[in-house]
């Protein structure tokens, strides 16, 4: 699943994205509900200006989720969900 991500990462970083979207699409896949994956389609989604209101939501189910160590932490997730609302 985290080749996938960093696989989605990349395509997304050449403007490839509608198969950076099928690369989440697999990871999700292999791991529904993953923080992991979760955060970082957020966070690409951010970073490319798409699906902002999408973005929201994935981080928003994000914080509801009892994180572990091995995730980014929540204080990242709450600025990437700042700069997606605008602020």
Do not use: W
């Not at 403007?15 to 529904?32: H, K, L």
């Not at 966070?43 to 572990?68: C, E």
């Amino acid at each position: 699943m985290g080749r996938l991500v960093d696989l989605a990462r990349l395509l997304a970083k050449q403007g490839r994205f509608q198969e950076a979207d099928q690369s989440f699409a697999r990871a999700e896949a292999i791991a529904p509900n993953s923080p992991k994956v979760l955060f970082a389609k957020a966070d690409v989604y951010i970073k490319t200006g798409r699906n902002l209101k999408v973005a929201q939501d994935l981080l928003k189910r994000y914080l509801s989720l009892a994180l572990t160590p091995e995730d980014p932490p929540r204080s990242q997730a709450e600025k990437l969900l700042k700069q997606a609302q605008g602020g």
